[in-house]
T-cell receptor, first 116, second 117 residues
Framework: AQSVAQPEDQVNVAEGNPLTVKCTYS??????LFWYVQYPNRGLQFLLK??????LVKGSYGFEAEFNKSQTSFHLKKPSALVSDSALYFC??????????????FGSGTQLTVLP | DTEVTQTPKHLVMGMTNKKSLKCEQH?????MYWYKQKAKKPPELMFV???????INESVPSRFSPECPNSSLLNLHLHALQPEDSALYLC????????????????FGPGTRLTVT
């Protein structure tokens, strides 16, 4: 079975400060990990993914995520937050092809608010 | 072009109505998805089409009926819905996942906000 946890429902950060949105996962094989962002009344937008290789993944809009296998984490980061980054963020995981799950499992979501 | 379009943006329907949601993509993706999303919750997978064939039905009630007329279009036919079916319905597409290949990211449309009265 695969699962993903986003331990914080809400994250508040001041504009210009670094931001981190946390994600931990559980899979039986090798993980494939994704971050999506959802702005109000919009669909989800793909930000970045980890498949294999470098543990630091760079994505859209200045976001990056660090894969940590020993801590089973895939935290989303940005060095300097913008008010326009305020949105709902979802982490998602897919087990390796040898796992039983056939599709993505999404986390519960983290609402990020960047304060001016 | 990485756009997935959905129509209508908003839909209000009574419990006895029949309506359809439409989704279109021109990225050459051969996998298409329907999700249901309640406010502030993650999307819930409903159906997956791969190469225009239904490959996954996540035990969705029969009042929801998907259709994939061609590789660019995906419809969701609605009939005799319940008020608890009110939600944002999202369409997504991707290259098809299969075999030993790593999964591809999905591209989502803006959704149809459905209200059942």
């Amino acid at each position: 079975a695969q699962s993903v946890a986003q331990p914080e429902d809400q994250v508040n950060v001041a504009e210009g400060n670094p931001l981190t949105v946390k994600c931990t996962y559980s899979v039986s094989g090798n993980p494939y990990l994704f971050w999506y962002v959802q702005y109000p009344n919009r669909g989800l937008q793909f930000l970045l993914k980890y498949i294999t290789g470098d543990n630091l993944v760079k994505g859209s809009y200045g976001f990056e995520a660090e894969f940590n296998k020993s801590q089973t984490s895939f935290h989303l980061k940005k060095p300097s937050a913008l008010v326009s980054d305020s949105a709902l963020y979802f982490c998602a995981v897919r087990d390796s092809p040898f796992g039983s799950a056939r599709q993505l499992t999404f986390g519960s979501g983290t609402q990020l608010t960047v304060l001016p | 072009d990485t756009e997935v379009t959905q129509t209508p943006k908003h839909l209000v329907m009574g419990m006895t109505n029949k309506k359809s949601l439409k989704c279109e993509q021109h990225m050459g993706h051969r996998a298409m998805y329907w999700y249901k999303q309640k406010a502030k919750k993650p999307p819930e997978l409903m159906f997956v089409y791969s190469y225009e064939k239904l490959s996954i039905n996540e035990s969705v009630p029969s009042r929801f009926s998907p259709e994939c007329p061609n590789s660019s279009l995906l419809n969701l036919h609605l009939h005799a819905l319940q008020p608890e079916d009110s939600a944002l319905y999202l369409c997504a597409s991707s290259h098809p996942n299969g075999g030993l290949a790593a999964p591809y990211e999905q591209y989502f449309g803006p959704g149809t906000r459905l209200t059942v009265t």
